[in-house]
């Protein structure tokens, strides 16, 4: 009967052993499927509201039009 007791004990040991194992497991694929979604839902967040950043610039303090030299010469030939 002690044989029977032992082999039982030896086979619940193994389950347990093998029970907190597949948990182990079970834990770090479900850690990497979080970590995975968060990416997924960041990405999706940047996609659907872009964040838009304007820049000021500077006007120039100078016309951007330059005056052609005919121009000139005519505006002051008609006055």
Known sequence: MSSVHGFRE??????????????????????????????????????????????RTELPLQPCISIHPLWTFLHFVMV
């Open 10 to 55: 030896f086979v619940s040991e193994r389950l347990n052993s093998a029970a907190e194992e597949i948990f182990r497991v079970f834990e770090q694929t479900f850690v990497e499927y979080e970590k995975e979604i968060v990416r997924q839902r960041r990405l999706l967040d940047i996609v659907w509201k872009p964040e838009v950043k304007l820049h």
